[in-house]
Structures are given as C-alpha cells and as structure tokens.
C-alpha cells in the first residue's frame, strides 16, 4: 500500500471516530433513528452518510497506476520473435502484405533474419544498429524500433551482398522489384558520400502519437549531425510526415505498386 493511501485511511478512520463516543452508556433508539441508517467500522457505529461522504473523498484521491516508460535500447537476437509481430503490425499496406503476408513460413522468414541481422551486427560484422523502444524495462514488450546503417567506406559498399533467398508465401517478384529499385536509387543519390541510412522503423499502433518514432529518428540524426554527414531514408506513404518535420527533403519517387508511393529523401547536417 502507498504512503499517500495509508495516510488517507487514517485520515478517514481518525474523522470516523470523531462520531464515535466510546466507553458510553448505550444511547436510547431515537425514533428519528430510521432517517439516519449507521454501519459497524472497527466495533464502532457510525452514521451512514458520513461513511459514505468518506469513501467518496476515497474513491477521488485513489492513487492510479504508475505510467510505464517508454525507452530506446539496442535490440537484441532473442527479441526477433517480437520484431516480427512488430512488423506485421505496423506495415499494413497492400504493397506489404503482398510482400510479406502474414503466414507461418513468413513468419519464420523475418525471425531467422531479425536475430542473424542483430547477431552480426553485434559482432561489428556489419555496419548495421537495431534499436528497440521497451516498455518499463529493457526486457518489456517491444512497441517499436528501428534499424539504422552507418556510414560505411566505399570498399564496403562495393562488398557483394548474398543473394536474399524469399519465403516461399511472399510474392517474389514483387520483393524483387521492390527493394532492387529502391536501392538503385538509393546509390543514385547518395553515391560515395558517407551517409547515415534508416533502413526501417516501425512503431505499434497502439503506441504511435506518443513520440516514439522521434526518439528512433532522433538516434541517427544526432549522430549524423556531430559528423556532419548527410541521411537518406526512403519513406512510405505513412512516414512521409514525420520525416519532412524533421528537415528530410523529397528527391526521388516511384511507385512499385498500384496506389502506393514510396519516396526518397535526404536530409542535409542539423537541418530543421
């Protein structure tokens, strides 16, 4: 029990007793005694109206429960179950559904990527950092994240990447033309700058509007601004608005499925 709630039970009981005439002789009934019904507290009668005006005050000042936090930390490979729930739940177009529908072999699909991701990227394998949103602790569910790449030397860009093998319930052909374009672009406008890129950033439903999507964003973008380096990101629809409020300009668009565009932007060191 609280400080504040054990206080305000003695305040009641100590208000209680003040009607209280204890160690008394037995007062005769008053034959007004039915306009003021009383209940037994603590072996000592009481007028019911004062009982009730006192669990009123009660029932206003009942302490509510603590607001859980809401922090950034760096993501980790047992956390790859969660992220994949995360995704399905926060990219919801008919351009990610079709890529990515929600299936067993899907499913499996983004946990085996998630934690082999994470795992090398722990390893300093890869220049790649995933970043988690918890609520009330590190170990509490995962609400949002997001993956970020640093920047990276020429030779390493050039590095081979594996061909990326899809599950067998995605629509290939579409992830295909998908992430190859928007690489292609991608390498268009950025070329051999170094640069800082959100790869991916995703915040719950039930969690967005309450900044999450800033604390993830702001992550790279002060670090790119101490480095004075550009970001590039290619936005959706949906995270359009979020990425212009934080000084991102639009460069580039295409639209690799119907009524869907996907738009490439870039925002220069400590834009506004």
């Known amino acids: 029990m609280s400080l504040l709630l054990i206080e305000l039970t003695l305040l009641v009981e100590n208000h209680l007793r003040a009607f209280s005439t204890p160690h008394s002789a037995p007062q005769p009934r008053s034959p007004h005694s039915k306009l003021h019904p009383k209940v037994q507290f603590n072996t000592q009668t009481f007028p019911l109206d004062i009982v009730h005006s006192h669990r009123i005050v009660a029932h206003k000042?009942?302490?509510?429960?603590?607001?859980?936090?809401?922090?950034?930390?760096?993501?980790?490979?047992?956390?790859?179950?969660?992220?994949?729930?995360?995704?399905?739940?926060?990219?919801?177009?008919?351009?990610?559904?079709?890529?990515?529908p929600n299936t067993p072999d899907v499913t499996e699909w983004w946990e085996n990527a998630f934690s082999a991701d994470i795992t090398?990227?722990?390893?300093?394998?890869?220049?790649?950092l995933f970043l988690k949103v918890a609520e009330g602790s590190e170990s509490g569910p995962v609400v949002a994240f997001a993956k970020w790449k640093r920047p990276v030397s020429a030779a390493d860009r050039d590095r081979h990447e594996e061909q990326i093998v899809w599950p067998a319930s995605s629509d290939k052909e579409l992830c295909d033309r998908f992430f190859v374009d928007m690489e292609a672009r991608h390498e268009k406008w950025m070329g051999e700058r170094p640069h800082y890129y959100l790869d991916m950033l995703g915040v719950h439903p039930s969690y967005q509007?309450?900044?999450?999507?800033?604390?993830?964003?702001?992550?790279?973008?002060?670090?790119?601004?101490?480095?004075?380096?550009?970001?590039?990101?290619?936005?959706?629809p949906a995270g359009r608005p979020l990425y212009a409020k934080y000084g991102f300009k639009e460069v580039d668009t295409f639209s690799?499925?119907?009524?869907?565009?996907?738009?490439?932007?870039?925002?220069?060191p400590n834009a506004q």
């Open 256 to 268: 690799p499925y119907p009524n869907y565009v996907q738009v490439g932007m870039i925002r220069s």
């Open 209 to 236: 509007g309450k900044g999450l999507g800033s604390k993830l964003l702001k992550w790279g973008l002060t670090r790119a601004d101490a480095e004075g380096v550009e970001v590039y990101l290619s936005a959706s």
């Open 120 to 128: 090398r990227s722990i390893a300093r394998e890869t220049n790649d």
């Open 61 to 100: 000042l009942q302490i509510q429960p603590p607001i859980m936090s809401l922090e950034v930390y760096p993501a980790s490979p047992a956390d790859a179950p969660e992220l994949t729930q995360l995704f399905y739940a926060t990219f919801r177009s008919g351009l990610d559904t079709t890529m990515f």
